[in-house]
């Protein structure tokens, strides 16, 4: 039986915010949901955060998540006293129960990285640590002589020798839920800092001769906490780099991997291109020989395989088929729908629409709530006029329809298989197939007309 509880009750006062500190995000999700999103891959009991400043901002980030838990802890005295506050809550009466104590600034925890730290514990306790060359600031993990672990102190309390110890307390800790329920009643704040220290659990494990072991992070990224912008945009950067790895390693081209951003999850099929500056969010999937130009943005998309996204598009809540061609400068806006070989051009705009295959709307042009059939090409500059100020209406353009350059289509409108519309037309009424529609005033010339001059 698991339980984790996560700490998220301090301030963050280094943030310069007024979002609490566990709400800023990395890789556009709030720390605390990567927390809460690698605990929740253990498959715990119980997820329990421990919240201070700012509770109710936290809290309603996770309203509609059941399986998570709120304690307050106020005022903050420590690590220590922030876990007694969550005892009621844990589960778990046999030392083969775990609690498992995670950090709400610390979002980039593995879960391979806690399955190792729970495999350590056996029955006994278990904390995460790590050598540092610039262990500054850190509790510092005391040994014996013969290695085995005997306490934590922290760095304000050690001392001179203590102080030059390398391997250093991450802070995450799995123990056993009774002993730690124990252990948390005994802690004392007679230190340095006045606070209760979880880390005085290492001490009391070592005298009760329950086993203390040691696991390790795979990655030094793992364990590193954000207390100020700075160390969020290193961790930002840290986070960005595993991710561009992960693509490379799976196949994926990337023009530049120090200039990828992902915010959200990736997949990608085999040969697919993606230039610099490119921001994915939400869900994202590109099929084989996807080719991403520079400084597009693709948000819940899915792209058909040999699609082509020319530079600076604006991608969001788009489907294409096959070898679609889009941009560069376009924007296709939440159901889009682009056919096999479909093309949308520069300046082009397209918003709950569907292209047939091979249907073109080149450029400078806003195609929304319309349903368009096969090799239809829209000439530049046409508007569909889906929107009379309360409602919006359809547009249905049928298979090889011709529309001219500057048209505008007042929906509800119905243009026929094989029609041509003439340039500059606007169409309020549905047009026949197969014939040319226009609507123009007749052109006339002005004989003897002067064009006007500024007075002196
Ligand atoms: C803690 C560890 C230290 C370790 C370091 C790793 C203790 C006593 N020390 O020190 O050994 O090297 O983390 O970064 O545990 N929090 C609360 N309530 C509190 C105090 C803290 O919720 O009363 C939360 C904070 O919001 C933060 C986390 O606990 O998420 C760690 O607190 P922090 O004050 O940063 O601990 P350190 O002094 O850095
Ligand atoms: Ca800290």
New binding site residues.
Partial sequence: MLNVVI??????KRMQSELP??LHRIAGKAMLEHVVDNARALNPERIII???HGAEQVQALFADQKDVRFVQ?Y????????VQQAVPELMGYEPTHTTLVL????PLVQPATLQRLLEARGQGLAILTEKLEQPA????IVRSESGEIVR?V??KDATEHELTINE????ILAAPTPQLRDWLSRLRNDNA?G??????VVGFAVEDQVPVQAAHPDFAWE?L?V?SRIQQAELERAWQSEQARRLLEQGVTLADPSRFDLRGELRCGRDVYIDVGCVFEGQVELEDGVHIGPHCVLNNVKLGAGTVVQAFSHLEGAQTATQAKIGPFARLRPGARLGANAQVGNFVEVKNASFGAESKASHLSYIGDATLGERVNIGAGTITCNYDGANKHQTIIEDDVFIGSDTQLVAPVIVGAGATIGAGTTLTRSAPAAKLTLSRSHQQTVEGWVRPTKKK
């Fill in positions: 700490l998220a009750a301090g301030m963050g500190k566990v421990v919240v201070g802890q005022p903050p005295q420590g690590t220590g006293h922030a950090y709400g600034d610390v600031g850190y509790g510092r934590i922290e760095h250093v307390n991450t802070g800092q606070e209760y220290y979880l880390t005085d364990t906490g207390n």
